[in-house]
């Protein structure tokens, strides 16, 4: 993913850790954090923001992109909560339509000898002509076992992500989410209630925003794992691996 770990470290200044996690400023700090995912998306505005006249204009493309990417942080995010690291690919065998595509997968999931059924995230592909409809999975090794054991209507596809991985992994399952022709509903299924909670706070300086983080982070490593500057302001996200034990 690029990014660099970091823990506090005795040699470096304050300056030069903050400098290292974007978040050295003379401005106000919104943060946003998900402790049982381990990440928390800052916000930093340097100017007063107003709304151009070509922002203002209703545009379907450009909505699309913004909550697609909203999605696919919130996919991020309930994958790294409830520790689902198998990609498990269903690939079905004959020409199945996407709404009978889910009709098979809800049914399934639902037979006795798939339960429980791990936590999921579910994305459907194949809506597109000369494309062999799918689904792309993030759950659990047991269950990802026991799809590949039971699935009876097509190929079995399953591998382990690595923690550092993971985003990139909701990244490619929502390749499509901004496409303007994708099929009606929910770009992604997932189970109830699996949501993680966040958190908001407001810092009048840089110091006690990184406080908060370690605290928060209780003394793991830390890193930016990306960043923008817009002109307005400057915001990114900081993670850090919460698990303190190999994941299976």
């Not at 070509?54 to 697609?68: D, F, H, M």
């Not at 799918?134 to 026991?146: G, P, Y």
């Not at 006690?208 to 982070?217: G, V």
């Not at 915001?235 to 190999?246: H, M």
Request: proline share 5%; charged share 25%; net charge positive.
């Amino acid at each position: 993913m690029g990014h660099k770990m970091m823990k506090p470290n005795k040699t470096k200044t304050m300056q030069q850790t903050l400098e290292e996690l974007d978040l050295a400023t003379d401005s106000d700090i919104i943060l946003r954090t998900v402790p049982k995912a381990g990440k928390a998306r800052y916000t930093i505005r340097t100017s007063a923001r107003t709304i151009s006249p070509i922002a203002s204009k209703y545009c379907p493309e450009r909505n699309q992109k913004i909550a697609a990417s909203r999605s696919v942080r919130t996919m991020q995010e309930i994958a790294h909560s409830n520790n689902i690291y198998w990609l498990t690919t269903l690939t079905f065998r004959d020409d199945t339509e996407p709404n009978k595509a889910k009709e098979l997968f809800a049914k399934f999931k639902r037979t006795k000898r798939m339960q429980p059924f791990s936590p999921y995230i579910c994305v459907l592909e194949g809506w597109e002509k000369g494309e062999r409809t799918h689904l792309h999975l993030l759950v659990n090794k047991q269950t990802a076992q026991k799809l590949k054991t039971h699935w009876p209507h097509g190929t079995v596809d399953t591998r382990q992500v690595p923690w550092e991985e993971l985003d990139n992994v909701c990244k490619y399952m929502g390749k499509k989410f901004a496409e303007i022709n994708r099929p009606r509903g929910s770009r992604y299924t997932a189970s109830k209630g699996i949501k993680p909670k966040t958190e908001s706070h407001y810092f009048k300086n840089t110091i006690d925003s990184y406080k908060h983080l370690l605290d928060t982070a209780e003394g793991k490593d830390l890193s930016n794992n990306w960043s923008y500057n817009n002109g307005f302001g400057r915001g990114g996200e900081i993670i850090w691996n919460p698990n303190n034990t190999q994941i299976e």
